[in-house]
């Protein structure tokens, strides 16, 4: 496009497509199932490691048997096509086996957080109507809570497989075996169901569903996102036509676990279409994982600025020259640190020159804004990715905005999710169809596109922040959440919750309560009871009313300074 064509409108003139070839820009997305597509990329690779776990390596030839023996033993138990599987799983090689299994057979995983509460594991149940669930051994606690609190009986299967399973000898005394509180029925060992192999399965279908994954989305209320094969086939496409060198055969540590988007998508099935090694760990803990980023010595990373700052802190002069790209999502990372970070692995042998961002949501299965390894600016989190396109839309009028102006960020791809699962006024909500007929989802962010296409962000529509759970698993905190649980508690009259945070990082939620005949006590107990435990507040503070500013809206300014003040005591 030259210079007389440009309307200065981002979504028109798509300055970003200027650093891509003309095969990324119409890449065609393939059929099939996400199995089909993975098994496709290595028909030629298939004695090259897939999967390494902590030094137990599988071949793509291993990877695909055991897929074969996982699928005869799902369609032995009555798993097929169309059948809903809630999974609570971490990143070991039998979960992802098992997720590639059950989308070989046409099943549909909804993959769970680890940190909620049975009520909540309990209402998704109730939601999808599962009669299976898969589950790593460490969360079978949680299932046992749930199957009692619906009443469920033996009427839904749980298969349940160790972390340890495939670990080599020595690295197994040091996982901790978790305890199961009964002997059931319906509790199967993934080792007592596995069975030779059956008749051959036809390929999937590309518009098929296969995966739920789960979001708070922007208004803080869990929502069931619906990825089809082609939207988790499309991100595969999409970063294989990147400007990150990713190349077969390199090594990639997957820290994000499976069952958040980015995790499944981006950092397991991404590479595995690519190719590549996937280092796996099934801890999210960002304590750990500058030990393991250590052992695996990884071309690439993938992480939050938390898992960086590990690295960072772990290191004991060791080499850095093995590591090519330093990624990360979720969180923002100042200006000062990341030269400081980029400095740091500079000076330790480290090829690069910038750390690598990346914008997406989970209705995108990930990422669908990116730096490139030799395309990038400072303070940006990328431009779009080849199939993909954005625009800033004014949020009051929803006209679009020039190039440098700020707004609501809307973005459009082929791997923008089916929908919210059984949620069609959500549907409403977030996504929008033009007249053209393109479906574009608000994303509640504000950002502005510069002229040669770099994506700034510039501040959240709504309030997100992140905070660390159980084993410190890194979610987002949604103090509106928080706020409408609390005001559903008996004798709760107004409510306002702020955060505090000791690191700049993560944060915990201080909720300000006005109250007739209530305690502190019953009102957490009340949060434990409906909310998962990284959202219950730290601090709940009963006042007489909750203040106001001039216009009638919660004064949060206020509240948010008294915790400041406090906490600076």
């Given at each position: ?225 619906l990825l089809s094969n082609k939207n988790v086939n ?47 760990s099934p801890s999210p803990d960002p304590e750990t ?169 510039r501040g959240r529509i709504k309030r997100i922040y ?104």
């Amino acid at each position: 496009m030259n210079e007389r064509e440009l309307t200065g409108y981002p979504s028109i003139d798509k300055p970003w497509q200027q650093y891509y070839s003309e095969e990324a820009l119409h890449a065609p997305l393939p059929g099939g199932s996400m199995y089909d597509y993975m098994a496709a990329c290595n028909a030629d690779r298939l004695e090259k490691t897939a999967l390494n776990y902590f030094g137990r390596k599988f071949s793509y030839r291993e990877l695909f048997c055991e897929i074969d023996r996982a699928a005869a033993a799902f369609c032995k138990i009555g798993i097929s096509s169309g059948t809903v599987v809630m999974a609570f799983a971490l990143n070991t090689p039998e979960c992802i086996v098992s997720i590639y299994a059950l989308n070989r057979l046409g099943a549909i995983v909804d993959l769970q957080y680890a940190d909620q509460s049975p009520r909540e594991a309990l209402e998704n149940l109730q939601c999808t109507h599962a009669r299976f669930i898969l589950t790593a051994d460490t969360f079978l606690p949680l299932v046992q809570d749930t199957l009692e609190l619906g009443n469920f009986g033996t009427s839904v299967q749980v298969i349940t497989v160790s972390p340890a399973r495939s670990l080599p000898p020595l690295k197994r005394l040091f996982l901790p075996t978790p305890r199961c509180r009964t002997k059931a029925d319906n509790i199967l060992n993934f080792d007592d169901i596995l069975v030779g192999l059956h008749d051959p399965i036809p390929p999937g279908k590309a518009d098929d569903p296969a995966l739920i994954v789960h979001t708070s989305g922007t208004t803080g209320v869990p929502k069931g996102v619906l990825l089809s094969n082609k939207n988790v086939n499309a991100v595969a496409v999409e970063y294989k036509n990147s400007l990150l060198e990713l190349r077969p055969g390199d090594s990639i540590l997957n820290i994000a676990p499976p069952f958040v988007a980015f995790g499944i998508c981006l950092a397991i099935h991404t590479p595995l279409c690519l190719g590549m090694q996937v280092c796996l760990s099934p801890s999210p803990d960002p304590e750990t994982n500058g030990k393991t980023f250590f052992f695996y010595k990884p071309v690439h990373f993938l992480g939050g600025p938390a898992h960086i700052r590990s690295i960072v802190q772990t290191h004991k002069r060791q080499s850095l020259s093995f590591v090519r790209t330093i990624g990360y999502g979720g969180e923002a990372i100042s200006s000062e640190n990341a030269k400081r970070y980029v400095l740091f692995f500079k000076d330790n042998g480290a090829p690069i020159s910038h750390l690598a961002p990346g914008y997406g949501m989970t209705e995108f299965g990930g990422t669908v804004v990116t730096t490139g390894s030799t395309v990038w600016k400072e303070g940006s989190v990328g431009i779009p990715l080849p199939l993909t396109n954005v625009k800033i839309v004014d949020p009051d009028k929803w006209d679009e905005l020039p190039c440098g102006k700020t707004g609501e960020i809307w973005m459009t791809s082929p791997s923008l999710m089916h929908g919210y699962y059984r949620d069609t006024d959500e549907d409403g909500d977030g996504l929008i169809i033009d007249e053209s007929g393109t479906r574009w989802l608000r994303t509640g962010d504000l950002g502005e596109i510069d002229q040669d296409g770099f994506l700034y962000l510039r501040g959240r529509i709504k309030r997100i922040y992140l905070a660390k759970g159980r084993n410190n698993s890194i979610y987002k905190l949604f103090p509106d959440r928080v706020e409408r649980v609390i005001l559903k508690c008996p004798y709760v009259l107004e409510c306002a919750v702020v955060v505090k945070s000791a690191d700049g990082i993560f944060h915990v939620p201080v909720a300000f309560a006005a109250v007739q005949e209530c305690t502190v006590d019953h009102i957490q107990r009340y949060c434990k009871d409906h909310l998962p435990e990284y959202m219950i507040p730290e601090d709940i503070r009963i006042i007489d009313h909750i203040p106001h500013t001039v216009t009638g809206k919660v004064d949060y300014h206020l509240l948010e300074s008294l915790v400041e003040e406090e906490s600076q005591q």
